[in-house]
Structures are given as C-alpha cells and as structure tokens.
C-alpha cells in the first residue's frame, strides 16, 4: 500500500516460517515432522502468451499447495503485479494454519497472477484467467477434491465464474465440477455470505478479544465493542465490511487508511459517506467531515486509537513504525500485515494482537460452507425451512391457546420464521469465529510460557497437523 514503503529484502514465507519455529518450542513433536509441515509440497510456477492486438505478452503465474495433510487444498488466486513465488508460498502456508485452527478440512493453497488488472481490458482479464485455468487443469492443480481456489486481492465473483465455466468445459459430465472453485455468484451456485464473510469474521474476532475483562483490564480498556475507537487500513471488501459490521456492534470507526492517503475524526466516521465521496472524487481525501488527513497512508496508523486494523496487504507494520503505533490491539484483518519483530515489539509493549490465521478466517470458513453446497447439490436450509416455520407456528399456536396471550403478526413472523441460507451461513460463520478465539486463548492461558496469541494458534494448527498425519499413517 503507497505511504508505507515495501522492503525489498522481505521474505514472507520466512517470517512465517519463523513464527512456526517459535510455537514449535511448545510441541513436542519430531523436528522431521515439523519440518514436512513447514515445507511447501507442491510449487508451480510457469508463464503463457497472451494476444494485446497485434503483439503478444507473457504472463507469469503461481500455484502452491503447501500441504496435502488434508484434501483439496484450498486458497485464492492473487492478481497484482507485486505478487511473487515467495509471496506465494507464504500465502499458501498460513492457508494451511489457518484452516486447522478454524477446524476446516483442507489443506494449504494459493495462487498468483502477475499483472495489474487495472491495465488491462475486461476480455483480456477473461482471457489471463482462463488460460491460468487450463494450465492448473494441465498439471491437475485444480479441482473439487484436489485444489479449491477462491477471490484474493484483485479477484473476485467474476473471475471465480470465468474459472468454473473453464473447468466445467473441460470436465464434460463431471458432477461436482462446480465444486472446482468458492467465491462464486450467486447464479452459479455460490453461497451468500460469501463476499463479506472474511469482513464479518474479522468483526466477530474484534468482538471475542474485547469481550474478556481479564484482557481488557490489563490494557486498561472496558469490556465491548461499545465507544472503542478503531483505525481500519484497507477500504476493500475485507477492510469495508469489517468496519460496517463494527459500526453495528457498537464500535466507532475514527480513521481510514487507503493507498492515497489517510483521513482521521476521533469523534467517528460515517464509513458509507467515506465510500460514496470515493466513488465521485476517486479519493478518500477532501472529505468534509475527517478532521486530519494525511497523504501518507502510513501516518493514518500511527493515530489516537484503541484497536487498529490493517485489512490490506502484508508487511504494514514493522519495525520501522511499531513504536509509533499507539493503539493496545491489532487485529490483523490482511494476511501477514506484522512482521515478527514489530510484532515482538507490540507484545513486549503490553499489546495484543489477534493473528491473521485466526483473525481472517471467515472467508474460508464460507468458502467451506460453498463447497459443502456444491458438493450436496442444495442450497441451505431449502429441506427444512418450511418445516421450521410450521413447527415453530404451532408451538405458538399451543402457547396463545393455554394462556391467553396474543402476538401481533409481526411478533408471530419473528418467532416462527425458518432460518434462510444467509442466516444458517452467518451462524456458522460465528460460531466458528467464537469456538476458535476462546479455544487458541485458553491453549495460551493454560500454558503461562505460550507468549501471545499467535504463537498459541500456531501450536493449535501444529498440533492438528501432526495428528492428521500421524492417524494417515503417514508418520510413523
């Protein structure tokens, strides 16, 4: 993100790598095994032509499935033309963690496209994504019980479909050829929830780490989401619904940090005016209402705040900037957004911060949720929805009739209605989201040398790990 400079030197996959070291200190598990599950298992880089009229351009690309412990392999495709191998990789790793702390049975995946979508035409884009995608089927790295890809930075819905229709064309006949891919429309069997599922989940995670008074009261904070200050970087799916669904839960958001710069009001921000100002102006900046603005999106973080989400891209937070960041909890909504030694930094200063595997989870926890749909061919809650209401009506048909009480008819519908598809989905999604937080917070608690949140996650994901391949006999 432009405001806070990428070091040239930085390897993601080993600082992930590091962290993994780190919790393996609180295992005991064989240092090979540890180190199967550290390794990548599959890397496939390669290129292919693509026609700009009359002359051609090679698009370089990426695939990894990082562990094969459980089946598919799951994770999104990156488009960006700072995407690399190593990125990749790392990306794939957490997928790999994060889905054995969210207890989804996948495997680690990711893959990358090298281009700015913004210089290229609808067609072209259409184009770059179906030829990735008959090069994945190629070399078999795609498919509903091989590798699932899903929306990442720069994807989405339509690339998703773009991607289903080639498989599907390709695999004449297959059944769960949909199956082949999450993030779908609608209209191609997607889930709903789906879009804002990894937004919600970073909410739901915000709403868990402030719910514990022991927590709170070490930072000296008040238990709740209400009158909380958050700084939010990232104004995309991610970054934008997180802070909607905040806003909802009593939250004030008082600062938004985009790629052209920062705006700040520590009275609170009115987000959906934010976005309706970007969409006519192109910027976040000039709006009427912020009290600071900076155009350096990196002193947007560096704000009076209470909780601060970097909902971007990795590498935001480091230790370059850690010790002006003056918020007592990061919750990370961005894959990677904290190095580990800022990190160390924040942790050592009395902070907490809620990590990424956990914290952006939702989004696969959804996609698992679409998957499931695919392969069951039927949407949520269709067997049994009627069947809920009608229950649920003569249940208060019995109560009005034995007591004399009368609901109104808006009374009765609240009561008796049947769980939709979106509703069954959020409250998977929650519970998922409350289940996980308490469990890496309490392998923390029970073990006083366990410093943070992260490494505790991380000895939760290692632990699943390794008792997935030792019970497939794959380790002795």
């Known amino acids: 993100m432009a405001g806070i400079n990428q070091q040239q030197d930085f390897h993601f996959f080993d600082d992930v790598c590091r962290f993994v070291d780190k919790a393996a200190q609180f295992t005991d598990h064989d240092k090979g095994l540890l180190s199967q599950i550290k390794a990548c298992n599959s890397v496939y880089r390669f290129q292919f032509p693509i026609r700009r009229g009359n002359s051609f351009e090679i698009i370089h690309a990426w695939r990894v499935e990082h562990s094969h412990h ?14 690399n191998e190593d990125e990749v990789m790392a990306l794939a790793a957490l997928m790999t963690y994060k889905c054995a702390i969210v207890n989804v049975p996948f495997g680690g995946g990711k893959g990358g496209i090298k281009i700015n979508t913004k210089n290229y035409t609808t067609a072209e884009l259409e184009n770059i994504t179906r030829r990735y995608t008959v090069e994945l089927i190629k ?14 930075y720069g994807s989405g819905e339509r690339e998703m479909a773009w991607i289903a229709d080639t ?15 999450t993030g779908k429309p609608i209209a191609l069997h997607g889930v709903h929830g789906r879009k804002e599922a990894t937004g919600r989940g970073v909410a739901f995670a915000t709403r868990e780490c402030v719910s514990i008074a022991e927590d709170m009261k070490k930072l000296g904070l ?18 934008y619904n997180a802070a909607k669904y ?4 009593g939250a004030t958001i008082v600062g938004i940090c985009e790629y052209e710069g920062a705006i700040y009001n520590e009275n609170g921000l009115d987000l959906d005016e934010i976005v309706s100002h970007r969409k006519s102006t192109g910027s976040i900046l000039g709006y009427s209402k912020a009290k600071k603005e900076f155009r350096n999106s990196g002193e947007g973080l560096e704000q009076e705040c209470d909780i601060l989400i970097p909902a971007a891209l990795e590498n935001q937070i480091t230790s370059d900037n850690i010790s002006r960041i003056k918020a007592k909890i990061i919750i990370e909504g961005a894959n990677g957004p904290t190095t580990p ?48 209401e009608n229950a649920n009506k003569n249940i208060l ?3 009005e009739s034995a007591t004399g009480l009368s609901l109104s008819a808006a009374q009765r519908a609240i009561i008796a209605k049947g769980a939709s598809e979106l509703e069954l989905v959020n409250s998977g999604l929650e519970d998922t ?44």
């Not at 078999?140 to 899903?150: R, T």
């Not at 996609?367 to 949407?379: A, D, G, I, M």
């Open 70 to 83: 459980m089946m598919p392999t799951k994770g999104g495709i990156r488009y960006s033309d700072m995407v």
């Open 139 to 152: 070399k078999n790295f795609i498919g509903p019980g091989i590798d699932v890809p899903a929306p990442d």
């Open 167 to 181: 498989y599907m064309m390709m695999n004449p006949g297959s059944l769960d050829a949909l199956g082949c891919v």
């Open 222 to 239: 008040s238990t709740g989401l209400e009158d909380k200050k958050i700084i939010v970087q990232g104004l995309g799916n991610v970054g």
């Open 246 to 249: 905040l806003i909802e839960f």
């Open 341 to 388: 030694d800022a990190a160390a930094a924040f942790i050592e200063a009395g902070g907490i911060i809620v990590p990424d595997m956990y914290a952006n989870a939702g989004g696969v926890t959804v996609s698992y949720f679409e998957w499931l749909k695919n392969l069951s061919h039927v949407s949520f809650g269709r067997m049994d929805r009627r069947y809920a």
């Open 397 to 399: 048909n019995t109560i």
């Open 433 to 476: 989201m409350v289940h996980s937080y308490h469990e890496i917070r309490e392998k923390m608690v029970s073990n006083n040398k366990i410093p943070d949140l992260r490494t505790a996650a991380f000895v939760l994901a290692l632990d699943k790990i390794a008792t997935s391949y030792i019970n497939m006999g794959i380790w002795p």
